[in-house]
């Protein structure tokens, strides 16, 4: 293991369980490791679907609304 992968671990092992694990399963899927599928919740599946619903209307944000988030955010 390298020097920078073994500080990325002892990092993460800081982080809540739930972290842990959406990043374990990431770098599995990395590693060419297939990963289960995650159930959504009823509210997620009905937030997945709501933005679907207005991709397919072409209803998305304008370049001022997505500059305002990044600034808020110090992007």
Do not use: C, N
């Amino acid at each position: 293991m390298t020097v920078l992968f073994d500080k990325a671990m002892q990092s993460v092992r800081e982080l809540p369980a739930e972290t842990q694990d959406s990043l374990a399963r990431m770098l599995l899927q990395f590693a060419g490791i297939d990963q289960a599928s995650i159930k959504l919740s009823d509210a997620d599946a009905a937030s997945f679907d709501e933005s679907l619903a207005q991709a397919e209307r072409s209803e998305f944000a304008t370049d001022e609304q997505v500059r305002a988030i990044w600034a808020k955010h110090g992007l």
